[in-house]
């Protein structure tokens, strides 16, 4: 049974029998108390002078794992309110001495990420992330979308070749993949809404509080979408995301003590600009920026201090060779990034170009060789048609969502450009 449970049901005198680790431990005079951490909780053990319990408390340590009996007692000073009088305590295992306290520095913490996550904080982290996971399937597939599982393995660039990872493949390279889109394009013409949840890797040495080398993308394409519908979508997500958690994470939210306002006071819809308005507010605010330049993570910062926001409508040669111009100027794509407090951008999407020449002319104006790209080519000459799609970070979504100091915080083993190991 688990400490939750427990305390859920929990009535004066009833026998308990619990497994777990001791998570924390003081000793009296006439009595021992150990707080109990499993998988869903904690609970206070009290373990009195005399009883045969005793001497196993006097020996175990920090992290050690034990199985306890005894009787529920009511007392409000205990977590939950109830501690657990114990008549027998067996270990598991005796933990050497653990080697983390209260005044290690958080890349120690990283160092040994084995142990770290052994915590109320990182649990309710990643029952948050389960959680999350679980509401974006549920979104896509109530509005008629099919989950599809993408390779990781690749042939080329998807937003940038400076950040792909090559790695050799047999006799010839290969790289890891940055994103599933260009392999989404093509099944949309055989199922039309489309989405996945999947590692991608970028070889970016940015070292931000946003940044990975390995992520989690939650990203759906889907045919005839138009940019509109794109931000609805995202917005409706993002939205569902937010309200859901507050509904059925309630335990975990307490636990990480998340400021639950922005979640209770978020409404839709989201804010949205265009790219020049965007640099109109920001030259307002201090900032000294130019028609095609990009928004960094300050600029962004800046636009959601509020709240999400929608910018649209960049400008082609800051955006991915794949998006599509406006009709009416060229110079301006249908692509999209929402942007959130404290994080900056948490989602791109756009209108994929559905014709072959442009895309040629695309390809080539980034200094790509079109033949590298014949197969994503041949999707324009065989009933192409219009199309688009996003991409979200999930970490980044947990971050902003949870309060997190990091994107390390919200993945079990982060990876950054000096970090992959444990």
């Known amino acids: 049974m688990y400490t939750s449970d427990v305390l859920k049901t929990a009535r004066e005198g009833a026998e308990v029998s619990l497994f777990g680790w001791v998570y924390r431990k003081r000793e009296f005079k006439d009595k021992i108390f ?4 499993d998988a869903k909780g904690i609970i206070q053990l009290v373990v009195k002078r005399g009883s045969k319990a005793f001497e196993t408390a006097e020996r175990v340590t920090i992290e050690s ?8 007692h009511q007392d409000m000073r205990a977590p939950g309110g109830f501690e657990v009088i114990v008549d027998d305590l067996e270990i598991i295992h005796l933990a050497e001495r653990f080697p983390i306290s209260r005044d290690v520095s958080k890349a120690f913490l990283l160092d ?3 142990l770290s996550i052994r915590s109320r904080r990182m649990s309710a982290i990643f029952r948050v992330r389960s959680k999350v996971m679980k509401f974006i399937r549920e979104f896509f597939e109530r509005n008629g979308f099919i989950e599809i599982s993408p390779p990781m393995i690749v042939s080329g660039a998807c937003e940038g070749g400076a950040t792909l990872f090559e790695v050799k493949y047999f006799d010839d390279k290969a790289f890891l993949t ?3 889109q260009l392999y989404a394009e093509a099944l949309i013409f055989t199922i039309d809404k489309i989405y996945t949840i999947a590692p991608s890797f970028r070889a970016e040495k940015s070292r931000t509080i946003r940044h990975l080398t390995e992520y989690w993308h939650a990203e759906a394409e889907w045919a005839f979408a138009t940019i509109d519908e794109i931000m609805r979508m995202e917005e409706n ?3 569902e995301i937010c309200k859901r958690t507050l509904e059925e994470c309630k335990d975990e939210l307490e636990v990480l003590k998340v400021n639950l306002e922005k979640l209770e006071k978020l409404n839709k819809p989201f804010r949205r600009m265009t790219y020049d308005e965007a640099l109109k507010i920001l ?5 000294k920026l130019q028609f095609g330049d990009d928004l960094g993570f300050k600029e962004e910062k800046f636009l959601a201090k509020d709240g ?3 910018v649209y409508a960049y400008p082609r040669k800051i955006r991915a060779f794949y998006c599509k111009a406006y009709e009416n100027n060229k110079e301006l794509v249908k692509s ?3 942007l959130v407090p404290r994080i900056g951008e948490l989602s791109s999407g756009s209108e994929r170009i559905d014709d072959e020449e442009e895309l040629i002319e695309r390809i080539r104006e980034f200094g790509m060789n079109p033949k590298e790209y014949e197969w994503y080519l041949d999707l324009r000459r065989y009933g192409s048609i219009p199309h688009g799609g996003f991409g979200m970070g999930i970490e980044r979504l947990l971050t902003w969502l949870l309060d997190l100091e990091s994107v390390l915080d919200a993945i079990p083993f982060p990876r950054t450009p000096t970090r992959k190991y444990p």
Do not use: C, K, M, T
């Open 65 to 72: 794992s034990i199985r306890a009996r005894g009787i529920l």
């Open 237 to 239: 997500l993002v939205y």
């Open 283 to 287: 030259n307002e605010g201090g900032f």
């Open 178 to 180: 940055q994103s599933w």
């Open 34 to 37: 150990i707080v109990l951490r």
């Open 308 to 310: 999400p926001v929608f």
């Open 336 to 338: 999209v990034d929402l």
């Open 112 to 114: 040994i990420r084995h």
